[in-house]
């Protein structure tokens, strides 16, 4: 068990606090809630490997967190390892820490990984916790530190998205909600879209003219979907599958050059063993020429065409012919 010193023996310190690659909300909250605790008396840096995730992103940018990302990791004397335990979450740092001769401490509320990045004792887990900010929360009180209204804040967003919206959270969870919530003067509204991003104008127009445009084919219990877009046609895909199509095709066409994107359901995978990759999107470069490709569920297609008519209703096609291997006398119907 880790007797972390006392925070406030950190005075005119260079201090690291390092996320794992791809933060979400609670690696930078909780790093966020320690940067405001330790700031007034050292020099402090939130660092992040390779890339942040778009709530932690939009998080930082609403509370005003500054971060870096892929830090010089030898210009500091002291490193706080925040809501991960194990090195392939440093991604491309690795080396860079494991060669830091200077002290590393390690929160986590994750199960312990074999390789540790830290000596054991610098290292602070606990994985029957929600949350990593939970755990620096119980620091600053040991510490004595004041929960300000930034620090509450913090605390509280990264316990939200953790616990996915209290979903696991056990009694201590909302006993720290609690307080954090008085004393962030915030309301739960509030502090849950201090982390959801904005959704871009143009996109939602996208999304709704892609279903405007709807061609709807019925086969068997099967619903395929054909639309077109000016762009984002991958979310527009996405989004006819969550309104109820199984698979949905959307394209886009600019001076000939023909996209496709490709999105089906968990039910016709499933039940169909579907691969929108191999059956449709590969398949689709025998009759234009391009090159497709992806996954089982979610495929693309990048090439040539006259029309992007031509390549969707293609992509119907294929999926019902992979349909009919599995049902002959399957029904289609057009709407
Ligand atoms: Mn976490």
Request: net charge neutral; hydrophobic share 45%.
């Amino acid at each position: 068990m880790l007797v972390l010193p006392n925070l406030s023996s950190f005075k005119k310190n260079n201090i690291l606090l390092l996320a794992h690659a791809g933060a979400d909300v609670d690696a930078m909250a909780a790093s966020a809630a320690l940067f405001f605790a330790l700031k007034k008396n050292n020099s402090v840096t939130i660092g992040v490997p390779e890339h942040i995730s778009l709530n932690a992103k939009t998080f930082s940018e609403n509370m005003r967190i500054p971060y870096e990302i892929n830090p010089e990791i030898d210009t500091f004397d002291t490193i706080f390892i925040i809501d991960f335990n194990s090195k392939d979450m440093l991604a491309g740092l690795a080396g860079q820490v494991q060669q830091f001769k200077e002290k590393i401490f390690v929160i986590d509320h994750h199960s312990k990984s074999k390789e540790q990045i830290a000596k054991k004792s610098n290292v602070l887990i606990d994985d029957s916790r929600i949350a990593a900010s939970e755990m620096v929360f119980e620091l600053l009180k040991k510490n004595r530190v004041k929960i300000s209204r930034e620090i509450a804040s913090c605390i509280a967003a990264g316990i939200i998205e953790d616990s996915a919206h209290f979903l696991t959270a056990d009694k201590s969870t909302f006993k720290i909600m609690a307080e954090c919530m008085e004393k962030s003067g915030k309301t739960y509204a509030e502090l849950f879209l201090l982390f959801k991003p904005k959704r871009e104008k143009s996109k939602r127009i996208a999304l709704l003219k892609a279903a405007e445009r709807i061609q709807i084919f019925e086969a068997g219990e099967f619903i395929v979907a054909l639309s077109e877009v000016g762009a984002f046609e991958a979310e527009a895909a996405a989004s006819l599958v969550r309104m109820g199509a199984d698979i949905a095709f959307v394209g886009n066409i600019e001076k000939g050059e023909a996209r496709i994107s490709g999105r089906a359901g968990k039910y016709v995978l499933q039940k169909t063993g579907i691969s929108l990759a191999e059956h449709v999107m590969q398949k689709l470069g025998i009759f234009f020429p391009g090159n497709g490709g992806g996954h089982d569920a979610a495929a693309a297609f990048n090439g040539r065409a006259e029309n992007i008519q031509n390549p969707l209703q293609k992509c119907a096609e294929l999926t019902i012919d992979w349909l009919k291997t599995i049902d002959p006398e399957i029904k289609l119907k057009k709407h």
